[in-house]
Nanobody
């Protein structure tokens, strides 16, 4: 069983940057596709980005395309979400997830982290 732990969240001003990390323990995460989702207060969880097992494909939500970059280091069992040009509407709890399918749908991911808060002030 894989456990996921996110880190790197915090408070940043609009236009700033943050780098979120997701560390996997237990069974190596290199066999999983990895996704990031976020959930703002009062809103449904929404897709942010995913990266395939061998990092051959990354896919982003339109709302973050060009500002967020997802990468993974399978040797270190970590995934990183680099976020630049942050906007107040990026404020949310960010979750990483592992699944057998690379998908924009949260139901396709079997394992979830506990989330990390990102707050962008205007």
């Amino acid at each position: 069983q894989v456990q996921l732990v996110e880190s790197g969240g915090g408070l940043v001003q609009a236009g700033g940057s943050l780098r979120l990390s997701c560390a996997a323990s237990g069974r190596t995460d290199s066999t999983y596709h990895m996704g990031w989702f976020r959930q703002a207060p009062g809103k449904e969880r929404e897709f942010v980005a995913y990266i395939t097992r061998m990092a051959s494909i990354t896919y982003y939500a339109d709302s973050v395309k060009g500002r967020f970059t997802l990468s993974r280091d399978n040797a270190k069992n970590t995934v990183h979400l680099q976020m630049v040009s942050l906007k107040p509407e990026d404020t949310a709890v960010y979750y990483c997830a592992a699944g057998d399918l690379a998908s924009t749908r949260s139901t396709m991911y079997q394992i979830w982290g506990q989330g990390t808060q990102v707050t962008v002030s205007s």
